[in-house]
């Protein structure tokens, strides 16, 4: 793996980016991390894993679900 980090907050929060603080972690501004990071996302979207992990999710829980009917 490759270090990258992200966050999540609300747009008033963000908004005061750069005025209240300039930096809050450790892997920001690295080229090759966001280059690894932007990969990762790109094989997530191009092999639709999201709809897979539900397709395969929604799979294990009917079997689940007849197994806990049966026993």
Partial sequence: GFPVAA?????????KFGGDMRYF??????????AAAQAT????????LVANAQRVGAFLRKGL????SRL
């Fill in 25 to 34: 972690n450790t892997f920001g501004g690295n080229s090759v991390a966001i």
């Fill in 41 to 48: 996302l790109d094989v997530i979207r191009d092999e639709q």
């Fill in 7 to 15: 966050i999540a907050v609300r747009p008033e929060i963000v908004a």
């Fill in 65 to 68: 679900g007849e197994l806990q």
